[in-house]
């Protein structure tokens, strides 16, 4: 084989060489760039597990009731104040 193309079929081996160390460079850096939104994914979960949490805890009845009566001095209507309404009444 002649000099020019041993020189050309060694260029060409370096390339590659180069795009193959490249590409392992890119799956690496994808890899970790997933383990890395899979995490942050587990963490918003958590955090949305604890909100609903949260809110059930904030919505419950009683302490609707609780802070009604202390907070905003509102107390349940008396049987004189509560009127029925009944289907067909005029």
Known sequence: MSNRTILSLVSLLMVCALLLVNS?????????????????QK???TEWSQLQLDQ?????HARVDTL?????GMSSPG??????????AK
């Open 79 to 88: 049987a004189g104040k509560t009127q029925y309404l009944t289907a067909g």
């Open 24 to 40: 392992q460079f890119q799956a690496r850096r994808l890899f970790i760039e997933l383990e890395r939104s899979q995490l942050r």
């Open 43 to 45: 963490e918003l979960e």
């Open 56 to 60: 059930s805890m904030l919505a419950k």
């Open 68 to 72: 009604a009566r202390t907070s905003l």
